[in-house]
């Protein structure tokens, strides 16, 4: 099995930081092949010409219908999985966003739910572990922020970073390629048949990155 690694970015966006109502984030919600909802933060791949900040500002509106502005890192996950005959090594990078406009929304065909989650909950409501450690980071850098609202107030109003690094241009080369299907293999000898009409070729059973978790 061939291994390819794989980057992305992602975020947490919090509303309620400028202290007017009860803090929440917004997560989504994809149903494995159980059948179970499993809740993470959004997140996806960098693509060409992005920055690590800009993709978790994309992939937060794409995936919530919310935009966000980048207030700080709070850490970045590397884990494994298997897909479409391949071995992937996937780092993520996760930052903390504050929510400036937008209302929830499921138009992304890879999201199944999408919901505002009170703060406090985020550790019962969170699928992955790791997931669960970035919030703790985060919180620490709320409480910081709230402690210094001129900070916060100038971090909210920054654009964020534009111009990729060489680390960010060779990521979005990788993720172009692993985006590419694998060319199936040949057998030798015999010939292809037909399957039976109406029987059991199951195109649609597999495919996509649904039975390893969090892809």
Not at 125 to 152: C, F, G, H, M, Q
Not at 179 to 204: A, C, Q
């Amino acid at each position: 099995m061939r291994t390819v690694r794989e980057t992305s970015a992602g975020g947490l966006v919090v509303a309620g930081l400028d202290g007017d109502e009860e803090l929440r984030a917004a997560l989504i919600g994809r149903v494995d092949r159980r059948g179970r909802t499993l809740w993470s933060l959004p997140k996806g791949h960098i693509e060409t010409g992005e920055t690590a900040e800009l993709t978790a500002i994309r992939e937060v509106a794409e995936e919530t219908g919310l935009t966000g502005s980048v207030l700080a890192p709070i850490g970045k996950i590397d884990y494994w999985f298997a897909v479409e005959g391949r071995r992937v090594h996937k780092t993520v990078h996760h930052f903390l966003l504050s929510w400036q406009s937008g209302d929830l929304s499921t138009e992304d065909y890879e999201v199944s739910e999408v919901a505002w989650v009170p703060l406090g909950e985020l550790a019962t409501r969170l699928t992955y572990s790791d997931e669960r450690k970035l919030v703790a980071t985060a919180r620490t850098v709320i409480e910081d922020l709230a402690a210094d609202p001129d900070e916060l107030a100038a971090r909210v109003a920054a654009a964020p970073r534009s111009e990729p690094s060489a680390y960010e241009r060779a990521a979005a080369e990788r993720n172009a390629v692993r985006n590419d299907p694998p060319k199936p293999r040949r057998r030798r000898g015999g010939r292809r048949t037909r399957g039976r009409r109406g029987g059991g070729g199951g195109g649609s059973g597999s495919g996509g990155s649904g039975g390893s978790g969090q892809t």
